[in-house]
């Protein structure tokens, strides 16, 4: 099992940062990959961001450049830095992680952060 605990969300106005933590926890052999997710009002969840163990970091279209995710593997933390941030970014933030337990591969998600841009 893998528990994911997110920290970060809040309230902020358009052009603020904010900065959205994830740390994963539990009996696994290893978190393959670590990444973002999120759900706007009235909108499916979609792809914000994600980082893999080879390094490998794929972001959606509308974030590019706008949002970083970086990884600290020791720690089994993701972390996501949000710049420039607009009222469309608010939503609820989700953390997802891929791990390797000892029956196999698993993805887990954690409960979610609320982000709210005001304009």
């Known amino acids: 099992q893998v528990q994911l605990v997110e920290s970060g969300g809040g309230l902020v106005q358009a052009g603020g940062s904010l900065r959205l933590s994830c740390a994963a926890s539990?009996?696994?052999?290893?978190?393959?990959?670590m990444g973002w997710y999120r759900q706007a009002p009235g909108k499916q969840r979609e792809l914000v961001a994600t980082?893999?163990?080879?390094?490998?970091?794929t972001y959606a279209d509308s974030v590019k450049g706008q949002f970083t995710i970086s990884r600290d593997i020791a720690k089994n933390t993701v972390y996501l830095h949000m710049n420039s941030l607009k009222p469309e970014d608010t939503g609820f933030y989700y953390c997802?992680?891929?791990?390797?337990?000892?029956?196999?591969?698993?993805?887990?998600w954690g409960q979610g952060t609320q982000v709210t841009v005001s304009s």
């Open positions: 997802n992680a891929r791990a390797t337990l000892m029956f196999g591969v698993q993805t887990y």
């Open positions: 539990g009996s696994f052999f290893s978190i393959n990959a």
């Open positions: 980082s893999d163990s080879a390094g490998s970091i």
